[in-house]
C-alpha cells in the first residue's frame, strides 16, 4: 500500500501525523510500503495536475507493486476518480482511499456485534450518499450551463439516490430496535441510582486495558487503532458497598468521519447518558494534547461535552518522571488521575475519586473562595 500524506510538512522527520496515518493503514491490515510527502502547498494539488504528484505516485506504485494508494485527507469522488484513472493509464490499476474511507474499511473489519455491523453499514451509505449528492450538483450546473434538463446521469443518480434513502432508513430502524435493549438497561441503572461511568478517549490510548483491570472483564486489548468498537459494560466495584456502572466503547481520532459518529450515535450514547466521564490518555503520546483535543470535540458532536471528566493519564510508565497522583483545581474539583492501567499504578485512586463523584465519601474538596 502506498500512502500519501496530504497534510505533511514539505520536510523533516516523520510527523506525528503522518505516523497515525501509517498505523490506520497498517490497522486495516495492509504493509505501507512507502509514505509520500504531501504537495499542500504547490496551487494546483486539488486536481494534481501538472504537480508531478501522479508521477511521483505511480513511480512507487510500480517499484513497490502496490495495488492501493491511500490519501491521508478527505478527496472528492471525483478526484478519488481521477487518480484511479490517471494512475492506470500509466498501466497501473490501484484502488485509491482517502482517510474517510481507510476509517470505513477498518470499522467494516472490526464490527462483530450485530449492532455494529448495522452501523458501519450505515456509515458507508450515508458517506456514499454524500458522494453522490456531489456528483448530482456537479452536474446539475453542467446541465444550466447547456441550457438542457434529464440526461441518463441524472436519472441514474436519482434512482441511486432513492434506494440509499430507502435503504439508510431500513437501517435506521433496525438499529433502533437493537439499541432498544440497552437504553432500557441503562434507564434501569439511572433509576437503581448507579453511578454510570464512561471510559473515552482517543483511540490506542488504553481505554480497554483499563476497564479490565478495573473490573476483571476480558475485553479486546491490541496495539491497534480502532480495537473496540462495541460498547461493553459491567459493574465496577468501589468499596465495601459501593459500585458503579463502567462501560468501555469506541475510542476517538482526529477528523472521525461524520458519518461515522452518527451511525455510532447509538453506541456513543453511552458517552452521554453517562454521570462520570473517565477521559483515557496516552500521557506518553507526543501528540496527547491534540489527541485530548481532537476527543473534546467529538464529545461535542455528540452532545456530551457537558458531562463531568476526568482527565485520566495513562501509561504513566512510558514516561519518566511520572508518578500516580491525582490533580485538583483550587477549588478540589479532580481535574486528572495518572495511572499505568499495566501495572495498576493508581488505579485505587481512580476508584477513590468515583466514590468521591458518587457522593458515597465526604470530600476531601476545601471551600472554594471564588
Ligand atoms: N505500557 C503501557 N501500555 C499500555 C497501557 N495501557 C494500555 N497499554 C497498551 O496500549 C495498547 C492499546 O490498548 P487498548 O486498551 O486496546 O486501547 P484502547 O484505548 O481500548 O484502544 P481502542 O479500542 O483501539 O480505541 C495495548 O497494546 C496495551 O497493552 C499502560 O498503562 N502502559
Ligand atoms: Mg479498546
Redesign the pocket.
Known amino acids: 500500500m502506498c500512502l500519501d500524506i496530504g497534510r505533511a510538512a514539505a520536510a523533516g522527520r516523520a510527523s506525528d501525523r503522518e505516523q497515525e496515518a501509517a498505523r490506520l493503514v497498517e490497522s486495516a491490515g495492509a504493509d505501507v510500503v512507502e509514505v509520500l510527502r504531501g504537495r499542500r502547498d504547490r496551487p494546483d494539488s486539488k486536481t494534481f495536475a501538472g504537480t508531478g504528484k501522479i508521477e511521483e505516485i505511480g513511480d512507487a506504485v510500480r517499484l513497490h507493486g502496490a495495488h492501493t494508494v491511500v490519501f491521508d485527507h478527505a478527496l472528492s469522488a471525483s478526484q478519488v476518480r481521477n487518480v484511479e484513472r490517471a494512475l492506470a493509464e500509466g498501466g497501473q490499476a490501484v484502488r485509491v482511499y482517502d482517510r474517510t474511507e481507510l476509517i470505513l474499511e477498518i470499522f467494516g473489519q472490526r464490527a462483530r456485534s450485530h449492532e455494529g455491523k448495522l452501523q458501519v453499514e450505515l456509515a458507508r451509505l450515508e458517506h456514499h450518499a454524500t458522494r453522490l449528492v456531489r456528483g448530482w450538483s456537479h452536474l446539475e450546473r453542467q446541465r444550466g450551463g447547456l441550457g438542457k434538463t434529464g440526461g441518463p446521469g441524472e436519472k441514474q443518480i436519482e434512482l441511486d439516490r432513492r434506494m440509499i434513502g430507502e435503504e439508510v432508513k431500513k437501517l435506521k430502524a433496525r438499529i433502533a430496535k437493537v439499541t432498544q435493549d440497552r437504553a432500557t438497561q441503562r434507564s434501569g441503572r439511572a433509576r437503581a441510582g448507579v453511578l454510570r461511568v464512561s471510559l473515552v478517549?482517543?483511540?490506542?490510548?488504553?481505554?480497554?486495558?483499563?476497564?479490565n483491570r478495573l473490573t476483571g472483564a476480558d475485553?479486546?486489548?491490541?496495539?491497534?487503532?480502532?480495537?473496540?468498537l462495541d460498547t461493553t459494560t459491567r459493574k465496577l466495584w468501589l468499596a465495601n458497598d459501593s459500585s458503579a456502572a463502567i462501560s468501555?466503547t469506541?475510542?476517538f481520532i482526529q477528523d472521525l468521519p461524520h458519518s461515522l459518529v452518527a451511525a455510532f450515535r447509538a453506541t456513543l450514547d453511552e458517552a452521554v447518558q453517562a454521570d462520570v466521564l473517565l477521559h483515557?490518555v496516552?500521557s506518553?503520546s507526543p501528540s496527547r494534547d491534540e489527541q485530548i483535543a481532537a476527543v473534546n470535540k467529538v464529545l461535542k458532536e455528540i452532545g456530551a461535552a457537558n458531562v463531568p471528566q476526568i482527565l485520566v493519564w495513562?501509561?504513566?510508565?512510558?514516561v519518566p518522571g511520572l508518578q500516580p497522583e491525582v490533580i485538583r483545581d483550587p477549588c478540589g474539583k479532580i481535574l486528572n488521575i495518572k495511572?499505568?492501567?499495566?501495572?495498576g499504578a493508581g488505579l485505587e485512586l481512580i476508584r477513590g475519586a468515583l466514590l468521591e463523584m458518587a457522593g458515597a465519601t465526604p470530600t476531601d474538596a476545601q471551600p472554594c473562595a471564588a
Open positions: 478517549g482517543y483511540t490506542n490510548a488504553g481505554k480497554s486495558t483499563l476497564f475485553a479486546y486489548v491490541a496495539d491497534q487503532l480502532f480495537a473496540t468501555d469506541v475510542g483515557v496516552d506518553a495513562n501509561q504513566i510508565d512510558r495511572v499505568s492501567a499495566v501495572t
